[in-house]
């Protein structure tokens, strides 16, 4: 049987959804840094999970979407353009033949050869076979086929797929479904 200490433990390291002051995702922290935040009144819990934290003292509701009180200047929707980035923007397969959990390389679509750039629309996620069979081709030259084209993300879709069972209540706050009025 687990200790408390050892639930507590793994409770605190749920992913809770952080928004800004004006409501708009910002980021994923801990419940342990969650609950420090609303301690030191810098946030609003706006939802819990069912379940509650406790020590010898008290016992505690374990946050699941806050909310900062003051306004942070954030870009909250640029995402970094970079290996790991796109990789996880593809879901860590490759696409060109949809292999997974593999070693994965990162293609230029236009090779850099014929003036492809680094861009979110140009690069995508590729098997090191994949990659190698391209080479120096373009698709049409290659005879491969994408998977999808790529897009340019946004930190939205990468919120989005934190969400499992126990974070339906982050949909709303997501913009996955609309808020209903109890
Ligand atoms: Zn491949």
Redesign the pocket.
Known sequence: MPSSNAINGHLLNRAVLVLNANYSPMMICTARRAICLDYLRKVEVLVNYDEQVHSPSLSLHLPSVIKIRDYIRFDNLSVDLNRKNVIARDNHI?Q??G?SKTALTIDHIIPKGKGGLDTWENLVA??K??NQRKGDKTIDESNMLLNRLPKRPNRLMYFQKYVKDQQQNWRPYLFMEPFTIN
């Open positions: 490759c060109y033949c292999v590729a098997c076979p994949c």
